[in-house]
């Protein structure tokens, strides 16, 4: 998982594996910059995260989700689960009626 902050005047990347190569890394903060995700002067970053602005954070925690989120998704899928069990239903009802 990789979350980006574009903050004032420096990019934060926290993932939560180390598995960016150093060229890697430079074809995500291009690619990133290419679609407007953070400036487009880092469009022309050629490594050397401290020199250009670009701060790596690497570990299991740097990537922590907020509460908030984790509720609001959890409520999605109750009630998704609940519809897909309602329609579920119906549509055996129906089939078992002979009005399919």
Do not use: C
């Not at 022309?44 to 250009?52: I, Q």
């Not at 990537?63 to 009630?79: F, G, I, N, Y």
């Amino acid at each position: 998982m990789v979350h980006v902050e574009n903050l004032d005047g420096k990019v934060l990347v926290r993932a939560t594996r180390n598995t960016f190569t150093e060229t890697a890394k430079v074809h995500f903060i291009h690619a990133l910059a290419a679609e407007a995700f953070i400036p487009d002067d880092y469009q022309t970053y050629s490594g050397g995260a401290e020199k250009a602005g670009v701060e790596w954070v690497i570990g299991a925690k740097a990537v922590e989700v907020p509460e908030s989120v984790v509720l609001t998704a959890r409520r999605a899928m109750v009630k998704m689960l609940i519809g897909s069990a309602i329609l579920f239903g119906v549509l055996m009802t129906a089939l078992f009626l002979g009005l399919l």
